[in-house]
């Protein structure tokens, strides 16, 4: 059974960079897409990028000026690194495997990251 | 991108009834990408739905997904304890992979 086990700093300073790592096991990393969303609270879901098969990144356009995305395949660790947060970056941040057909089964635990002066 | 627009915002029922939740699509998506996911207070969240129609592993069958084009449908059949929760729909087909906004599911 595939489980995704994230952590990183939840408390961050205005103009920080965010680091979240999500590590995979229990399964392979190969194949399937790799996914960050994050969640502000009492808001839905944000999908912020993806690390894909092809050892690509996709980013949220929103985001993307921001936001750096990677797989270290040794440590089977997914990582995430966002530049310049604000208050408005304040969320829980999931990592997630998207199947083949790109739905998502497996989720992280989320983490809660504050941002505050 | 793709929005997704979900309604009602909230739907207060009780243990037994029928659910119907909604959600419309700012564009065509193939049904092959939509889904239907559950979310509980400090949870993440939970697929029930994949492909429009096929309920994942583990899912009870009183939970059914139709739909296509830019309007699509959960229902509940008979709603458990258990089933009060937020409920969001997503597309998963054309990046910024969007959701909707949820629909709160509260006992009445």
């Known amino acids: 059974q595939l489980q995704l086990q994230q952590w990183g700093a939840g408390l961050l300073k205005p103009s920080e960079t965010l680091s979240l790592t999500c590590a995979v096991s229990?399964?392979?990393?190969?194949?399937?897409?790799w996914r960050w969303f994050r969640q502000a609270p009492g808001k839905g879901l944000e999908w912020i990028g993806e690390?894909?098969?092809?050892?690509?990144?996709n980013y949220n356009p929103s985001l993307e000026s921001r936001v750096t995305i990677s797989l270290d395949t040794s440590k089977k660790h997914l990582s995430l690194k966002m530049t310049s947060v604000t208050a408005a970056d304040a969320a829980v941040y999931y990592c997630?495997?998207?199947?083949?057909?790109?739905?998502?089964?497996?989720w992280g635990q989320g983490t809660l990251v504050t941002v505050s002066s | 991108e793709i929005v997704l627009t979900q309604s009602p915002g909230t739907l207060s029922l009780s243990p037994g009834e029928r659910a119907t939740l909604s959600c419309r699509a700012s564009e065509s998506v193939s049904s092959r990408y939509f889904g239907w996911y559950q979310q509980k207070p400090g949870q993440a969240p939970r697929l029930l739905i994949y492909?429009?129609?096929y309920r994942a592993t583990d899912i009870p069958d009183r939970f059914s997904g139709s739909g296509s084009g830019t309007d699509f449908t959960l229902t509940i059949s008979r709603l458990e304890p258990e089933d009060f929760a937020v409920y969001y729909c997503?597309?998963?087909?054309?990046?910024?992979?969007?959701f909707g906004q949820g629909t709160k599911l509260e006992i009445k």
């Open positions: 997503q597309q998963y087909g054309f990046p910024p992979y969007s």
């Open positions: 997630a495997r998207a199947s083949p057909g790109g739905w998502l089964i497996y």
């Open positions: 690390f894909n098969h092809n050892g690509g990144a």
């Open positions: 492909g429009s129609s």
């Open positions: 229990g399964g392979s990393l190969s194949g399937d897409y």
